[in-house]
């Protein structure tokens, strides 16, 4: 079965630029999608279809594809973006998640 | 405004049965896809679930096949989810989600992902 694989951590500084990996086979064939929860709060979508970014969402967040890893990209990130990073996708009859990043800024 | 709103959550014994709901607006519901997610405790998101906008497909993770079953109402603009044999593990808060992409009437793409606030449920005795 497909698994998508995300490191348990990252920690920045704020102003600096935060890459938040995810990988899995699935994703050679399939688009991936970004969520952030904070805690207590529903995930929000922050990129979908590999690089898209939805409406309102702030232009330091990025994504990117190559192979069977995804990236998305927070450039200067702020303090305000400290959360959990889920990456998504779907394969065969099955929707998947990553175990998910924790973003620390500070 | 898309609102999304589960119910039914709560304490509830290892093995009983209990029936999950989530009410839709904002958004034209019989036409897009929904899923239950869950995230236990502490852990990430996990999917459960899918049902198509119709009705008729719908698909489960390993972990909860043949125990949840998904069904909506497109009358009522109502999904549930109906556990059975409910363990310890299965505690968590329960989100209804419409996750998907889609095609507007101009060919255009786009993706939608709306989320409710979730349910808590708790399996202890």
């Known amino acids: 079965s497909y698994e998508l694989t995300q490191p348990s951590s990252v920690s920045v500084s704020p102003g600096q630029t935060a890459r938040l990996t995810c990988s899995g086979d699935v994703l050679a064939k399939k688009y991936a999608r970004w969520f952030q929860q904070k805690p207590g709060q529903a995930p929000i979508l922050v990129i979908f279809?590999?690089?898209e970014r939805p409406s309102g969402i702030p232009e330091r967040f990025s994504g990117s594809s190559s192979g069977t890893t995804v990236t998305l990209t927070i450039s200067g990130a702020q303090v305000e973006d400290e959360a959990d990073y889920y990456c998504y996708s779907a394969a065969d009859n099955n929707l998947l998640f990553g175990g998910g990043t924790r973003l620390t800024v500070l | 405004e898309v609102q999304l709103v589960e119910s039914g959550g709560g304490l509830i014994q290892p093995g009983a049965s209990l029936r999950l709901s989530c009410a839709a607006s904002g958004f034209p519901f019989s036409t897009y896809s929904m899923n239950w997610v869950r995230q236990a405790p502490g852990k990430g998101l996990e999917w459960l679930s899918y049902?198509?906008?119709?009705?008729?497909?719908?698909y489960y993770a390993d972990s909860v096949k043949g125990r949840f079953t998904i069904s909506r109402d497109n009358a009522k603009n109502s999904l549930s989810l109906l556990m059975n044999s409910l363990r310890d593990e299965d505690t968590a808060v329960y989100y209804c989600?419409?996750?998907?992409?889609?095609?507007?009437?101009?060919?255009?793409?786009?993706?939608?992902?709306?989320w409710g606030q979730g349910t808590l449920v708790t399996v202890s005795s």
């Open positions: 049902i198509s906008g119709n009705g008729s497909t719908t």
């Open positions: 279809k590999d690089s």
């Open positions: 989600a419409s996750l998907g992409d889609y095609y507007d009437s101009s060919g255009d793409y786009y993706y939608v992902a709306y």
